[in-house]
């Protein structure tokens, strides 16, 4: 309950309170702390199933830059198709479909839209990779790096000596936890 308060104390508006008030959202959806959604337009805005939105992920469907040149704000649909990954301080503007099984990069501003499967980051967002290949790096990144069980995560109260032994690991390489 205290999480919720000091949500909205911080600006974020809930999201049931933005479904409401027409945002479409699948199952599964995780938001984290400090995401903005747009709420003037939400009823433009449809986030497909097991979507994720890192922290502080903006997401856009007005732009009133127009509103002083030409008396009017550009304002777009925005479609985050299933299985979608929105890495921290990423920014999605109106008129955007973001395909299914992709993967947005922390920091990006997504201008143009995203094809399913791919990984794009940047700013504008470009493509990096197809999701198949990123998943094959780390895939071979993990057989040959240090992999940490979920009793290391700090939700589980891991011991001194764990998260020294992390510390240590993560010095020199990268490293991946459960």
Excluded: W
Excluded at 100 to 107: A, K, L, M, R, Y
């Amino acid at each position: 309950m205290l999480g919720k308060i000091k949500r909205i104390i911080n600006g974020e508006i809930p999201t049931s309170y933005l479904v409401r008030k027409g945002l479409k959202v699948g199952k599964n959806f995780s938001r984290g702390g400090g995401c903005f959604i747009d709420p003037s337009h939400c009823f433009l805005i449809s986030i497909g199933n097991n979507v994720t939105l890192s922290i502080n992920v903006v997401i856009l469907s007005h732009d009133a830059s127009t509103a002083k040149l030409i008396g009017y704000t550009k304002i777009g649909k925005v479609v985050i198709e299933d299985n979608v990954f929105i890495g921290a301080n990423s920014l999605v503007l109106p008129n955007i479909t973001i395909g299914e099984n992709s993967i947005v990069g922390s920091g990006s501003v997504v201008t143009k839209n995203v094809p399913k499967n791919t990984v794009v980051a940047g700013n504008p967002a470009k493509v990096i990779c197809s999701v198949e290949k990123y998943k094959e790096k780390h895939i071979k990144q993990s057989n040959v790096s240090k992999c940490f069980s979920e009793e290391y995560k700090v939700n589980n109260n891991p011991t001194k000596e764990m998260l020294e032994e992390m510390i240590e690991e993560v010095a020199e390489n990268i490293c991946y936890i459960k």
